[in-house]
Nanobody, 125 residues
Framework: QVQLVESGGGSVQAGGSLRLSCAVSGYTYSSDCMSWFRQAPGKEREGVAVIYTNGGVTYYADSVKGRFTISQDNAKNTVYLQMNSLKAEDAAMYYC??????????????????WGQGTQVTVSS
């Protein structure tokens, strides 16, 4: 049974920082990639960042480039999302997701096999 458990969400003022964690159990890192997505009320879920497990290559949505950093700790089976200079528009439920095989564009929700339950990020201006 594969489980992804997010943590680290919370409430922060604009300009502040948070670090989200995604602990993975029952899952090997022979996977293709791990990603963070977010969904704000009334909006579609969107890709935020991805890290490919072989080589650690990363990509980011344009809206978070230069502010967010995705990383992985294979020893702890954990993926992180460091979020700096947070803006009001970053407020959302954040989800981590895992994809077992290579596929289309990393932001394609349907290509992911496993999802966490989400962690809420609130940003006040």
């Amino acid at each position: 049974q594969v489980q992804l458990v997010e943590s680290g969400g919370g409430s922060v003022q604009a300009g502040g920082s948070l670090r989200l964690s995604c602990a993975v159990s029952g899952y090997t890192y022979s996977s293709d990639c791990m990603s963070w997505f977010r969904q704000a009320p009334g909006k579609e879920r969107e890709g935020v960042a991805v890290i490919y497990t072989n080589g650690g290559v990363t990509y980011y949505a344009d809206s978070v480039k230069g502010r967010f950093t995705i990383s992985q700790d294979n020893a702890k089976n954990t993926v992180y999302l460091q979020m700096n200079s947070l803006k009001a528009e970053d407020a959302a439920m954040y989800y981590c997701a895992a994809r077992e095989k290579g596929g289309p564009w990393w932001g394609s929700l349907a290509s992911y096999n496993y999802w966490g339950q989400g962690t809420q990020v609130t940003v006040s201006s």
